[in-house]
């Protein structure tokens, strides 16, 4: 960690680049892809946004205290965003036959930021590993 920059301020920097990803992401897949389409492709979104944070907290911050609770409160808020950014790019998506299918998705796409960030995290340590051989 640089000694200017406190751990806090890098923590919001990594999250608030993760909401503008998967919000930029989801509004340039609505362009051209339906509800339903999106609806599926959301997991994948949040995955690869969450493994590029995972990355960048290992490469910003070197060690993690409690990297269950910070991959668990990243990827939640992922997807919460990415259910909001449905909500914006498709109003009708909250009409109430939509509901089971958004609880999945939403549950899904927890999984695929948590997964994510697991797999970016391990990229960044195994990068790190061959930096000093």
């Given at each position: 960690?640089?000694?200017?920059?406190?751990?806090?301020?890098?923590?919001?920097?990594?999250?608030?680049?993760?909401?503008?990803?998967?919000i930029l992401l989801v509004g340039f897949f609505s362009l051209f892809m339906d509800a339903t389409g999106l609806v599926v492709f959301l997991p994948l979104l949040t995955g690869f946004n969450g493994m590029v944070t995972g990355y960048n907290?290992?490469?910003?911050?070197e060690k993690?205290?409690?990297?269950?609770?910070t991959h668990g409160l990243f990827s939640l808020l992922y997807a919460l965003v990415g259910v909001l950014g449905l909500r914006l790019f498709f109003p009708l998506v909250f009409a109430q036959e939509w509901w089971s299918v958004l609880t999945a998705s939403a549950v899904f796409t927890f999984l695929a930021g948590y997964i994510g960030m697991i797999f970016g995290n391990w990229i960044a340590k195994k990068k790190r590993q061959s930096d000093r051989h």
């Open positions: 960690m640089d000694k200017g920059k406190p751990f806090f301020r890098t923590l919001l920097l990594l999250a608030l680049t993760g909401i503008g990803g998967v907290l290992i490469e910003k911050l993690i205290s409690w990297p269950r609770l």
